[in-house]
Structures are given as structure tokens and as C-alpha cells.
């Protein structure tokens, strides 16, 4: 019997062996199974006003463009086919620079990119569309600093240093321009970004914020600057979940899934009252108690679009996108109906309705009403796109 027992040790041994073998083996033979995404990229952003130029992507993924979008170099009146395969579009307010999620997730940009903007530096515009990053859902143009969400909710930033991006991010300098995105902070739902602060929702409905704060339009109670994400106040909300977020410069705005509309800092000088300069800032959030079923909301230079959830769209402010040139404004101007997505540069301003043809009204200088004109149009007038 004690023969027998290091014999059995041994065969022990070698079977443990063999079968650690087959499991190794079976491991490297069958890779592990793709998890999904806990966030998929979805065709809900469609339309997208800049500087001088729009974008849209039509029920079969179509990206069209039209204004001066430096796509190959040339303005077109009416729309341009850039690419298949789209879900996402955006376009930056500060320069002539585009950008576009295809449907497998991959961001692209083009255009201007001195800032490094598109993931790449070039002090002449780069005239078709380049990758930046991949297993992204979400782009936030800024102010030629980009923000994109990935499909892991992480939010990332890059281009210029400006308030909104952050002098100091968590761990590491952010110094000039940057063609690299780095990280800011996981778990984020929803981002809006100015020349002057950033808000991001982060999936547990806090609202983080950071950049200049003269006007309050951080929610912190105060005016004191925030170089990092920084946790706001908004209590005044009452738990209500935010579906859709807007900044300008020293504004903010958000939209809560009962259609009521809350803003701070400058933001009431972009709805009715007295000129923005006798308006108190508010350093908290404060419910527009004028306005009610609000599906979205859209700032321009000097005004604002709000989208109900009937359909119907109304102007906010002055200037060529509202209709109004008067300062001491003070009533709201009704637009169109059955619309189901707005957008707005600072100047001009696009609508998509129910039947699938999209609109434009505002300047036009660069085409960018797509009208096939360079008339500036004070009531929307229909997009041309080629025919089939």
C-alpha cells in the first residue's frame, strides 16, 4: 500500500495537468464573448447648425452639408452628401468645423482644426472627414473644445484650453491646445459645452460643472470658479430627470423629462423680459414658470429656440432666428408645427418636421440655409436636397 501511494500522487498530478491544459486550450480557442455596451448609439441627433454652415442625416443615414462646412474645400447652397452610415451629427458655433458618429460608433471631423478639434493640427482645413476615436455616442462641439462620450460613459475632452475645458483636470495638466482627448470623468450621461463652462450629467442625475462663473452659471450658490468638476446645486429641480442640457457663454439651461425648463446665470436674457444687462444673474437653478411642455430647448448668439412637446417651436430673443430686432422684447414668437427636432448656430437656425423635410430661417451669407440662395430668410423656408 505505501507502494502504491506515490503512484497515486502522481497520476493525481498528471490529471490535474491534462485538464489544466484542455481548459487553457478551450480559452485561447474560443474567445471570450463580446459584452455589450451598456450605452448604444442612437440616430436621435440629426440636425446640427455652426457658424456658417448646416448638417443633417436622413432616414437611411445619409450626412449631408451645406454652407461653408469646408467639406472639399468649397461652399454649396444647397445640400452635399459627405458620408453613409451616420447616427450622429454636431457642428461647432466657433469655427467652420463638423463631426459625425457613424453607426458603428466611430467619430469623425473635419474642417477648421488649428485647436487641434478634429484630433489632428493643421493650420488650413482639412477637407474630408477623419477618424478621432472610436466606441463613442455622444459629441458636444463647445467652443472648438470637443467633448464625446464613449459607450462606456466616460467623457472626454481635447482642442482649445478654454474655461470650459478646464485649467487643471484630475491628474494631469491640460497646458495649450491638445490633439490628444483625455479623460475627465466616468459615468457621464449628457454634456453641453461654451466658451466659458461645461455641464455634464453623470448617470445617477447629479450635475457636474466647471469653468467661469461671473454669472452663476455653475449652480453653486455662488461666483467663485471651478477649475475641476465640481458638484452643483440643484435642488430646485426636486429630483426631476434632466433630458436635455444647453449652455451659452454665462448661461445655462436644462429641460426636465415633465417638460419644465430651468435656467441660471445670464440665461433669462435669452427669454422675455428687459435687456440682459438689467437682468440679476441667478446663481442657482430657477424654474421658467412662462413656458411649459417643453421637449427641448436651443441657444443662438442672442436668442433661444424651445421645441414642445406638441410640436410646435417658438423663438425666444432677438435677432434674425426669432424675428425680432427690438431689445425690449417680451413676448415669445411661434414659428412652426409639427417639428420633431431643432437646431441653431448663432445665427441661423434648422427644424426637422414630422414628414421627414427639413427647414431653415436666419442668415444665409454662406448658403448655409441650403435653399440654393444666399438670401437671409426671417421665416423658414425648405431645405432643397438633391434629387435621387
Known sequence: MRNRLPVLIAFIIVCIVVILAFLLRSATDHPPEKVENAQEITRDTRLAAGLKHSLFIDSEGRLWAWGDSRYRNRSSATPVKVADNACVAAAGDASRTSFYIDCNGTLYGWGDSQAGQIGLFSDTPVIEPMPIMSDIRAIAPGYDTPFAIDTSSTL?????????????????ETGGNTDEPQKVMDLVKRVSSSATHTLALREDRSLWVWGKNDSGALATGSRIAQNRPYKANIAA????????????????????????????????????????TTLEPKTLPVRV????????????????????????????????????????WTKPVHLMDDV???ATGPRHALALKKDGTVWSWGENDAGQLGDGTTCNRLTPVQVRFPSP
Do not use: C, H, Q
Not at 482642442?159 to 487643471?168: D, H, I
Not at 417643453?294 to 412637446?309: F, Q, R, S, T, W
Open 156 to 172: 472626454w475632452t481635447w482642442g482649445k484650453p478654454n474655461p470650459s475645458r478646464g485649467e487643471e483636470m484630475p491628474g494631469e
Open 237 to 276: 429641480l426636486e429630483s426631476r430627470p434632466v433630458v436635455k442640457l444647453a449652455t451659452k457663454n454665462l448661461a445655462s439651461f436644462a429641460v426636465t423629462d415633465d417638460g419644465n425648463l430651468y435656467v441660471w446665470g445670464f440665461a433669462n436674457a435669452s427669454l422675455p423680459g428687459r435687456r440682459y
Open 289 to 328: 414658470g412662462f413656458v411649459n411642455n417643453v421637449a427641448d430647448i436651443v441657444v443662438g448668439e442672442a436668442g433661444a429656440l424651445i421645441l414642445k412637446k406638441d410640436g410646435s417651436v417658438w423663438a425666444y430673443g432677438i435677432g434674425p432666428v426669432t424675428k425680432t430686432v427690438d431689445g425690449n
Open 340 to 342: 420633431v427636432e431643432i
